[in-house]
């Protein structure tokens, strides 16, 4: 018999129960909760008279709809439906009894970002929440993905869920990554290559080489954008670097605990022999700095290439996807990616807030400064610990004296549900993960691109090839 | 939840592939804490000239003509015919509440989105999978013929066409089984407390972390 797949190992070692049908019970060990997809699933709790099943086991934050300027309660968020859904989940999670870290609490943040800091999420575990990009945490070489407001009602409610399971696909990348190339230039081009939907129904495991040369966070930004790649989970195997990256966190365990803990985590690894139901290798070497195009992750370019011709394209749903998008972004095929101006600039989001992200940032705006033509520049901590770090670098100051802003902790930029916003027709150099038609406001362009690219966009004021930004 | 058992209704063509779920329903109405109340704002970005924003009378707001949804020929309309990767993107759950508080109680796609289609059943919504050349074919029906109403069978897994085969679908059982009656999928698994019970009890030897 073949051996198994990490993913085979997590779903086995959760199954609660197999239906006849062929679908299953799962146990959750895990659930992340934020303002936005969480009152629905308490107001269900409430209607039914029901209590959660386990408390310890979720733990809250806010972070979609937070300003990213200092506020002191929920009381100075103007937009008023903000407002309350911020107020709703405190007290929702004051009367279920659920630990929240809230306004003013320096571990608040964006959940993605959150959970692993604290600790909250460990290898092993399954993890879910109502966010698709909780297949972040699958880092840690854990099963996370994302579900539905009604999910994480039943989740509250049993501490389980109803799950089919996935498909395997591997993802290796071997080789040395080239200089200027970073975990996001890695997503994205799997994204390129594999399509947003060619990971449709499976749990895909990046692996190889330039894999584990890249640290936990780095890893976390490929996980993360598993799900556009239309994956629900992305994970990858424990390592030392996973091990060193949990030890010592508030909610990792502790003494005598660790040591079982790490046992048993070196196991969760695929089996030399298991077999894949798919698997996608890529050379390390072919992957250069990217820079999305369209209005799909899916439709994206490296840096020094030119924008691509529909024509070109054989199938016919795409080729008419293209031309809206070169219609929406305001673009011609076949222009330069480096002629593309950038309007506003945006650090951040669970794909890119972490410490490491920041100083990549910081490196290529210190002693340089924003372009004139470009409006505004933000930089947003993923929660109030990076944000205490960076301050402690330094980084900061950096920022600031380059003319960009330095913001609160929260997903801002990234979605739009805030005040942070693009305007109709800006377009933006952008470290999140989705370039969706008026995703970042409405009418509004983004470019996905890593931290360090989006900073030298900003001081240049269109794209520029990260590795010749020295000549520039 | 309503059960679902059977669906004769008018079918309307949203010709687009890899429609996500912020163009389904922008990120702006998702701020409400309730489930209802979603329909007005479906499609918000393409169904109307203006931005929209939560708590307006959308009755009021300028038209996007030409958005099928705005058309004479498909007011009514209860079943979704729409092109592959439908539903892509965020795993709010605003989008089936949103197409089910406007009338649709089904869509047919070549493809859904994994969270997407999982969040239908939820609700009760029920996403059909044909393959692309017959929903290639549905597509040139519906264009031709204006009015054109089809019937879903859920019991005999069938999408039947006012005119032509009947079109056979694959549904997980256990799914199907929840629809046909409208069953509670939380009181469903609480049935078997005592399995999850027993499964906690062996974790919490093996990795009594989890549990502190
Ligand atoms: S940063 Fe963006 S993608 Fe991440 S959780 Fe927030 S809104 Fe979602």
Redesign the pocket.
Known sequence: MAGKTLYDKLWDAHLVTEREDGSALIYIDRQIIHEVTSPQAFEGLRLAGRKPWRTGASVATI??NVPTTPFKSAAEIVDQTSRIQVQTLQDNTREFGITEFGIGDVRQG???VMAPEQGAVLPGMTVVCG???TSTNGALACLAHGIGTSEVEHVLATQTLVAKKMQNMRVAVEGDLGPGVTAKDVVLHIIGIIGTAGGTGYAIEFAGSAIRGLSLEGRMTICNMAIEAGARAGMVAVDQTTIDYVEGRPFAPKGEDWDKAVDYWRTLVSDADAEFDAQVNIDAADIRPQVSWGTSPEMVVPVDAMLPDPQAESDEVKRSGMQRAYEYMGLKPGIPVTDIQVDRVFI????N?RIEDLRAAAEVAKGRRKADSVKQVLVVPGSGLVKQQAEKEGLDKVFIAAGFEWREPG??M??A?NPDRLEAGEHCAST???NFEGRQGNGGRTHLVSPAMAAAAAVAGHFVDIRELDQA | MEKFIRQEGLVAPLDRANVDTDQIIPKQFLKSIKRTGFGPNLFDEWRYLDEGFPGQDSSQRPKNEGFVLNQPRYQGASILLTRRNFGCG?SREHAPWALMDFGFKAIIAPSFADIFYNNCFKNGLLPIVLSEDNVEALFRAVEGKEGLRITIDLEQQQVIPESGEPLAFEIDEFRKHCLLNGLDEIGLTLNEADTIRAYEARRAEREPWIFQ
Do not use: A, F, Q, Y
């Open positions: 972070d979609h964006i959940v993605h966010d698709s990009h951040g989001s669970c794909t807030s997903c801002s990234c979605l549900m999140s993960n989705r | 965020s």
